[in-house]
């Protein structure tokens, strides 16, 4: 069955620090993979997508992922943090198909430190 | 434009009530969702509209959990005889079938 790991429950980093938070999933075929970030009483905004062609794939707030289907890893980073990123991010693969189900990870919540 | 709507934002109700919760699709999105986000669970699917087939309800927990759209638009997700494990953030999304869902602000439920 289709899952997504997220190893990393709760990370600090330093406002204009980079950032990596790590996504792996288990899928059959090509993965249709997400990532969605949650701000403290707010709904999920998708933060970029993956379904083919490049394996970097830019997304909106200055995020980008890689796609690395022999790590079967979706990896979310920024290159400099600001204070205003601190939220839960999660990671995400489409159950079947595109517009299908989607399978969330846990989630890794990021705190931002002055 | 309006965004994916949910009402209401918060409901507490008592154990073995039922309630209703409703959510706005964006217009003219085909594809509806239904999520329960809890503190031990995480996300969770619990059902999905896609046009007039028939709905994927392979995420529902049990028999008590329902939903239904009416007209392609709007849709109702009702639990009956409400259990305090019920408790937790039901969230909707919609999209047009594709690869984007986009997800409303959430009902909070809260069962006593």
């Known amino acids: 069955a289709q899952s997504v790991t997220q190893p990393d429950i709760h990370i600090t980093v330093s406002e204009g620090a980079s950032l990596e938070l790590r996504c792996n999933y288990s899928?059959?075929?090509?993965?249709?993979l997400f990532w969605y970030v949650q701000s403290p009483g707010q709904g999920l905004q998708l933060l970029l997508k993956?379904?083919?062609?490049?394996?970097l794939v830019q997304g909106i707030k200055g995020f980008e992922a890689e796609f690395k289907r022999s790590q079967s890893s979706f990896n979310l980073r920024k290159p400099s943090v600001h204070w205003s990123d601190a939220a839960e991010y999660f990671c995400?693969?489409?159950?079947?198909?595109?517009?299908?189900?989607?399978?969330f990870g846990k989630g890794t919540t990021l705190s931002v430190s002055s | 434009g309006a965004g994916v709507s949910q009402s209401p934002s918060n409901k507490v109700t008592e154990k073995g009530k039922d309630v209703e919760l409703r959510c706005d699709p964006i217009?003219?999105?085909?594809?509806l969702y239904w999520y329960r986000q809890s503190l031990g669970q995480g996300l969770e699917f619990l059902i999905y509209?896609?046009?007039?087939?028939?709905?994927?309800k392979s995420g529902l927990p049990s028999d008590r959990f329902s939903a239904e759209r009416t007209g392609g638009s709007v849709s109702t997700l009702t639990i009956q005889r409400t259990q305090q494990e019920d408790s937790a953030v039901y969230l909707c999304a919609s999209g047009t079938g594709g690869e984007t869902q986009y997800f409303g602000p959430g009902t909070r439920l809260l069962v006593l």
């Open positions: 899928y059959g075929a090509t993965p249709y």
């Open positions: 509209f896609q046009g007039n087939s028939a709905p994927d």
């Open positions: 995400a693969v489409a159950r079947n198909q595109a517009g299908t189900a989607l399978i």
């Open positions: 993956y379904f083919s062609g490049d394996t």
């Open positions: 217009s003219g999105h085909t594809a």
